[in-house]
């Protein structure tokens, strides 16, 4: 889902309004909010409606773990987003308790391509480009010079 998929869900509901737009798609109104604009809109019911636009399925209320994850994507994607005030702290407190983890192995670059030289047995010979014999070593041709 990109920025343009949330634009689009923000432009119909501005057609629509506020509470048409959420009865259509069978949210109720959440804590979470996305401000573009100077208007404000429900982070979960706009980033629902984006899936559709995405994937061609809306994405319920239902499938989301709370509004904290549907601010964190619309905040990902460059909007301004409200996330509730108990969502912050809730996430906050286990952090803190939380063993640090160790560091992780870097990452396996992907396969390098690399084009080596063919040995002298794998490469064609040097034709002459007059006779088209082949060439001695020195590349000059024995019979053109």
């Known amino acids: 889902m990109t920025r343009q998929h949330v634009l689009a869900a923000l432009a119909e509901h501005d057609a629509r309004?506020?509470?048409?737009?959420?009865?259509?798609?069978?949210?109720?109104?959440?804590v979470g909010t996305l401000t573009h604009e100077g208007r404000t809109y429900d982070a979960r019911a706009v980033l629902g409606v984006?899936?559709?636009f995405a994937t061609g399925r809306l994405a319920r209320q239902d499938e989301f773990h709370g509004d904290l994850q549907a601010t964190?994507?619309?905040?990902?994607?460059?909007?301004?987003?409200?996330?509730?005030a108990s969502?912050?702290?809730a996430v906050a407190a286990p952090s803190a308790t939380r063993a640090p983890?160790?560091?992780?192995a870097p990452r396996?670059?992907?396969a390098k391509t690399t084009t080596r030289t063919?040995?002298?047995e794998e490469r064609p010979p040097a034709i002459c480009p007059t006779?088209?014999?082949?060439?001695?070593?020195?590349?000059?041709?024995d019979a053109c010079g």
């Open 17 to 30: 309004g506020a509470e048409e737009f959420l009865d259509l798609y069978g949210f109720e109104p959440g």
């Open 50 to 52: 984006a899936h559709k």
């Open 72 to 84: 964190g994507l619309l905040s990902k994607r460059g909007f301004e987003v409200t996330e509730p």
């Open 87 to 89: 969502a912050r702290r």
């Open 101 to 104: 983890r160790a560091p992780r």
């Open 108 to 110: 396996a670059s992907a």
């Open 118 to 120: 063919p040995s002298r």
């Open 131 to 141: 006779c088209f014999t082949v060439l001695p070593a020195t590349g000059v041709c």
